[in-house]
């Protein structure tokens, strides 16, 4: 059995639910571990199609960022043992002056502190992960964060993924799953057409990356969002239109089915 710990997780949404996509799988996997987890999120409305179970999971409370500053909020809060902050999120200063004051308070150990950043291969995060970020100033000054650089090496962070994830996949194709997910979301690909997946942001790219998909060879899916946004202004450049379908939100595990349904992502 691993130690119950109370995790703090911060996160901001900027764009394309990413952000807020890798802090719920990594906060259902601790959960799945048991231990308790405080989501704190500015813009929490896509989970309700991400995560429509959040609300009803044990050891989970989604807080919103504001609550952060608010004392009589932090003051009905137990101190936590781990403190997350995604993707270069800045922790607000009220929520660490009451951190650094129970700490003091009741006699314990200052929170490991992490400085969570994006998955990446560049061949410079070896040398970042792990090293520690000391605090120069505000309320926990001398306390110390540390990177967490998710990676591909055994010299990085590992990868964030669920222990059953390779059977799960096996189990969607070996089953036909796969069929199935292809017949319900791209009913008109024409047989033999690679099954294309579209996830974006506005690339100038993408105009001339779907010329070559006007072919019958090729069919996309476009998640909802600001693929579907670059796809449609894409759309109106092309004289011919590649096939192509719309997909509705989804919940993690729809999103790894399309993945898996795939040819391409």
Not at 27 to 33: D, I, K, M, P, V
Not at 112 to 136: D, F, K, Q, R
Request: glycine share 6%; proline share 9%.
């Amino acid at each position: 059995m691993e130690p119950h710990r109370i995790w703090d997780i911060f996160c901001t949404v900027v764009d394309n639910h990413g952000d807020l996509g890798v802090c719920w799988r990594l906060t259902r996997q601790l959960l799945a571990r048991g231990q308790t987890v405080r989501l704190w999120v500015d813009d929490a409305s896509a989970l309700e199609w991400m995560a429509p179970q959040a609300q009803n999971m044990a050891q989970l409370l989604v807080l919103p960022w504001t609550a952060a500053s608010q004392n009589q909020v932090l003051l009905g809060l137990p101190p936590a043992q781990v403190w997350i902050e995604a993707f270069g999120c800045c922790l607000p200063t009220p929520f660490v002056a009451h951190g650094v004051l129970s700490q003091q308070r009741l006699g314990l150990p200052a929170p490991t502190w992490i400085n969570l950043e994006y998955l990446s291969a560049e061949s410079w995060v070896p040398g970042i992960h792990g090293l520690p970020s000391p605090v120069m100033s505000g309320p926990a000054k001398g306390w110390t964060k540390h990177f967490f650089y998710p990676g591909f090496t055994p010299e990085t962070g590992g990868l964030l993924r669920e222990p059953d994830l390779f059977f799960a996949q096996a189990d969607f194709s070996q089953n036909g799953h796969d069929v199935i997910w292809r017949d319900k979301h791209a009913p008109l690909r024409a047989s033999g057409a690679w099954l294309v997946s579209l996830f974006c942001y506005a690339p100038a790219a993408l105009v001339p990356f779907l010329k070559p998909s006007t072919s019958h060879r090729h069919h996309m899916v476009v998640p909802p969002g600001l693929p579907m946004t670059a796809m449609q202004k894409a759309l109106a450049q092309l004289d011919i239109k590649p096939r192509w379908d719309r997909l509705p939100y989804t919940d993690q595990d729809g999103f790894d089915a399309m993945l898996w349904a795939c040819d391409l992502n």
